[in-house]
């Protein structure tokens, strides 16, 4: 048989597209000595966008694919063309895919519905054309200004399943068959452990309405400490309102049932007490074999004596099913649906980051970062004069002069702005 693995978590990197240089053009026409500046804007890049999409149950296609970057926009022409905006890029993910910043390890959205959409990165505004610089004073400006980057940045993809009931228990208990009875999910069924290796969802059609099912990755001991498939198992139940538990009552592969029933128990206490208190029925599964009257009594009184409604079951022959489904269907109608707290990032405003420039010293030469400080070197013509007033006035007009004095700059050191040097002039 076929292994399948689940991926329920990946770590992607997403970058907007870089928006398009502005052009350097003069108006050329027949018997017309002079044209004016005629360079058209750069076009916008890119956004990458994210969207749920509910026919998607796993995060599989992440597991090779890690880098996505969306189209630049093209650079400005002359003739006042602006050039085209890039294509924004839309990745899809499933319903239930939480969001989370890699560097922070926080929440940065929670995709809860289908088609719902998230921009995680904007694609950088096109820079203007020379046409924008002329003025009185400056009729020929041979500079323009250089799109802005696009933001980029690495996430991590986290799916939670949203379904209403979790199924707990050992590998091999008879979840998948469980499952396979009472919905229109079709698991793989065999007769070995950890035959689960990915979540099954199911829809259980009822009288009046449905539920969801999710068949969850089967759990050893340790599993909270990362044992087996443990994380990939404690992680899914989170968002379920109830859960079945399933026990083979049976015994028949040398288990003891109420052993089993508190190892699971003890290892959802370990990773969350809010899982711990979540309702437990408990389905007393392979009541067609005869070992399971043996031991089904004291099973039954110990488990009800800790408040635990226990349905005898076989999810072979169907027996008992039905009353376990009515039951859990009642209890679920008087079960609210919970929104989890999650700890979201604090975006930081674009046009916070935009003015943030910083000055740091390294072997003596003064080295200043910052997106004003990078557009505005990639706007200037080092070459032609009028372009080199017009750097001088910027460098004091966006606060780099008095970032460079209060860093301690003294006149003759050397200032390096994205590879432009030049010596500091008070």
């Known amino acids: 048989m076929e292994e399948i693995m689940f991926i329920d978590t990946a770590k992607i990197y997403v970058k907007a597209g870089n928006g398009g240089n502005g052009a350097v053009s003069f108006h050329r026409e027949k018997y017309v000595a002079a044209g004016g500046p005629d360079g058209g804007d750069g076009g916008k890049g890119g956004s990458v966008i994210l969207v ?137 069924v065999a007769n070995y452990h950890f035959t689960t290796l990915a979540p099954n969802l199911g829809v259980v059609d009822m009288k009046d309405g449905s539920f969801v099912v999710a068949d969850i990755p089967g759990i050893i001991e340790g599993a909270n400490e990362g044992v087996g498939l443990g994380h990939d198992f ?30 699971i128990n003890k290892e959802l206490a370990l990773h969350s007490q809010k899982l711990a208190q979540k309702v437990q029925v408990v389905a007393a599964n392979k009541m067609d074999i005869p070992q399971f009257n043996d031991n089904f009594p004291l099973f039954k009184e110990t488990l009800e004596g800790l408040g635990h409604k226990v349905f005898p079951i076989s999810a072979v022959t169907k027996q008992g099913v039905n009353e376990l489904l009515n039951y859990v269907y009642q209890k679920l109608s008087e079960i609210p649906v919970e929104e989890f707290e999650i700890d979201y990032i604090e975006e930081v405003d674009d046009k916070l980051i935009d003015n943030i420039i910083t000055v740091n010293i390294e072997d003596g030469i003064y080295i200043v970062e910052g997106e004003r400080a990078r557009r505005l070197v990639g706007s200037v013509n080092f070459d032609d004069y009028e372009s080199l007033q017009y750097f001088q006035r910027m460098l004091g007009k966006i606060g780099i002069i008095d970032r460079l004095k209060k860093a301690g700059a003294k006149e003759g050191d050397t200032v390096n702005i994205y590879g432009a040097r030049f010596d500091y002039v008070e």
């Open 52 to 188: 749920a999409d509910g026919n998607m149950s796993t995060l599989m296609d992440f597991r090779y694919k890690k880098k996505y970057a969306a189209q630049d926009g093209e650079n400005g022409k002359a003739s006042r063309m602006s050039g085209k905006d890039g294509e924004d890029l839309m990745i899809k993910v499933p319903v239930g895919t939480l969001i989370k910043d890699k560097e922070t390890g926080k929440a940065i959205v929670d995709l809860k519905t289908d088609n719902e959409k998230f921009v995680i990165v904007k694609g950088g505004n096109g820079g203007w054309g020379n046409s924008h610089f002329a003025n009185p004073t400056r009729q020929t400006p041979k500079f323009a200004k250089s799109g802005l980057l696009g933001t980029e940045r690495e996430i991590i993809l986290e799916l939670k399943l949203i379904a209403d009931v979790g199924l707990l228990g050992f590998p091999n208990v008879g979840k998948s068959t469980f499952l396979s009875v009472v919905s229109d999910a079709r698991p793989k």
């Open 234 to 263: 404690l992680r899914h139940v989170e968002r379920t309102r109830l859960l079945i538990h399933v026990v083979d009552v049976s015994g028949i592969e040398g288990r003891d049932p109420l052993e089993d029933f508190n190892t």
